[in-house]
């Protein structure tokens, strides 16, 4: 797939099931080295879908990308991006990373946050080339999570 064709679409009630089956592979990677299960991989992906912004890439039929973004007091966040293990490297994290930016911008947000694992320093790295900056570090429901922020 050429990741330029790769265009998210909101995701359906019907797509929970294939979004969590990505979110697990994705993020099971993490387990060990956090010694507990991920916070996206605990998540109830049928209540995601219905109460917040989710989106998937498809390829074929299959989901092989997922987004999820949260309103917040504060503008938008980005909750959530995962890729089937098999095709990570390829472009689809940042095309649903852009895909956050834009919807944050149409909805009239200045800034995009997120939050990643203290742990997970090679997110945090990737998130710093894409020009997020740390804002805040805080312990939320046992995981000690970087915020990060983008301005638009």
Same mark, same amino acid.
């Given at each position: 797939?050429? $990741?330029?064709?790769?265009?998210?679409?909101?995701?359906?009630?019907?797509?929970?099931?294939?979004?969590?089956? *990505?979110?697990?592979?994705?993020?099971?990677?993490?387990?060990?080295?956090?010694?507990?299960?991920?916070?996206?991989?605990?998540?109830?992906?049928q209540?995601? $879908?219905?109460?917040?912004?989710?989106? $998937?890439?498809?390829?074929?039929?299959r989901?092989?990308?997922?987004?999820?973004? /949260?309103?917040?007091?504060?503008?938008?966040?980005?909750?959530?991006?995962? $890729?089937?293990?098999?095709?990570?490297?390829?472009?689809?994290? @940042?095309?649903?990373?852009?895909?956050?930016?834009?919807?944050? @911008?149409?909805?009239?947000?200045?800034?995009?946050?997120?939050y990643?694992?203290?742990?997970?320093?090679?997110?945090?790295?990737?998130?710093?080339?894409?020009?997020?900056?740390?804002?805040? *570090?805080?312990?939320?429901?046992?995981?000690?999570?970087?915020?990060?922020? /983008?301005?638009?």
């Amino acid at each position: 797939m050429d $990741v330029t064709s790769a265009v998210p679409r909101p995701a359906t009630a019907a797509d929970a099931a294939a979004i969590t089956a *990505c979110v697990r592979a994705a993020y099971q990677r993490y387990v060990e080295g956090i010694g507990r299960l991920p916070g996206p991989m605990l998540e109830d992906y049928q209540q995601v $879908v219905r109460n917040h912004r989710a989106y $998937v890439i498809e390829e074929g039929g299959r989901i092989i990308g997922a987004l999820v973004l /949260k309103d917040t007091d504060d503008g938008i966040l980005l909750d959530n991006v995962a $890729v089937l293990p098999s095709r990570q490297g390829e472009g689809l994290g @940042r095309r649903l990373v852009e895909h956050a930016e834009s919807e944050a @911008r149409r909805l009239g947000h200045d800034h995009l946050d997120l939050y990643t694992h203290q742990r997970m320093t090679g997110n945090i790295a990737m998130y710093a080339r894409y020009g997020y900056e740390e804002f805040d *570090c805080r312990t939320e429901h046992g995981f000690p999570r970087v915020y990060m922020r /983008k301005l638009l």
